[in-house]
């Protein structure tokens, strides 16, 4: 059977042509210009396969980016699998605040990834820093072994044959424990964190789609009753630690978790500036410790 024939006899909505284009070129291991220009003869196992995988996105609610363990963000394509989030285009926004700050500021920065998934974030810092000494150091610290794995994957493939690249720190870390046990290899004063943690609350959880609730790994977006847990966490992590350096932390909240978060810490030394993103629910706190 010739693929375009395959096309014909698979029902399939205007709107998901072009999910049923990406299941196509995974499966053969070929450009969406390739796949048109020649029209390849299938076998039976690409027939099926083909099948299976379309019947997965579309009956059985399966995100495309799991199918073809790859998802696009801020230009890059970067793997992805049901052991990491599938980064979202509101997580963007975390890139862009980056790139302003380092290219406005003369300082060298450690860059701290926590809750890395698929370094999706760190990565795409890095190679969308305006100006390469800025970065000395990436770390990359996850709770979760097989998020790290997908990781270092992405490490390989986008950004470990680049030049001027900064130090890379891959650790197992609950939040930044880690990284205060080793604080010796960071010496520099000023630190960004960047924190995709998870905060939705178990209501807002059962709002979300059941392609979300039954694909991804509901620890990394579930807060179960505390929804600030994690984010407190953190920031208390560092505030016990007197290491006298700069953090400026960048988190993804709700605008409600913003009102709570300042009043948790309003008698600290803590500045906070808020960020919008591409969702109308989902900004970007900043957060500026001095020690």
């Not at 690409?46 to 073809?68: G, T, V």
């Not at 950004?159 to 080793?182: A, D, G, H, T, V």
């Not at 009753?225 to 007197?242: A, D, P, R, S, T």
């Amino acid at each position: 059977m010739k693929l375009s024939e395959l096309i014909e006899s698979i029902p399939f909505d205007k709107q998901d042509y072009k999910a049923l284009k990406q299941i196509i070129a995974y499966q053969l291991d070929m450009s969406f210009h390739q796949i048109h220009s020649q029209n390849p003869k299938l076998s039976e196992k690409d027939i099926q396969n083909i099948q299976n995988d379309y019947d997965l996105y579309k009956n059985q609610n399966k995100p495309l980016s799991y199918i073809i363990q790859e998802t696009d963000f801020y230009n890059h394509k970067f793997k992805v699998n049901q052991n990491t989030l599938i980064p979202r285009p509101e997580s963007e926004t975390f890139i862009d605040i980056i790139k302003t700050k380092l290219k406005n500021s003369s300082n060298k920065y450690h860059i701290i990834d926590v809750g890395t998934g698929s370094w999706a974030l760190g990565i795409s810092a890095i190679l969308n820093s305006p100006n390469s000494s800025s970065l000395k150091q990436c770390a990359l610290l996850d709770i979760s072994s097989k998020a790290l794995s997908i990781a270092k994957v992405n490490y390989n493939r986008l950004i470990s044959n680049k030049p001027n690249l900064p130090k890379i720190y891959i650790q197992k870390s609950n939040l930044l424990e880690r990284y205060f046990e080793n604080i010796s290899k960071f010496p520099l004063l000023n630190n960004i964190i960047i924190a995709n943690l998870p905060y939705i609350s178990p209501k807002g959880y059962e709002k979300l789609p059941d392609k979300i609730k039954k694909r991804e790994p509901p620890e990394a977006l579930l807060a179960w009753k505390n929804w600030l847990k994690y984010y407190k966490q953190l920031i208390n992590q560092i505030l016990e630690h007197n290491t006298n350096k700069n953090y400026e932390l960048l988190l993804e909240v709700t605008p409600k978790q913003i009102k709570l978060l300042k009043q948790k810490y309003n008698d600290q030394n803590i500045n906070f500036t808020t960020h919008s993103t591409c969702h109308f629910n989902i900004k970007i706190l900043e957060v500026q410790i001095k020690l």
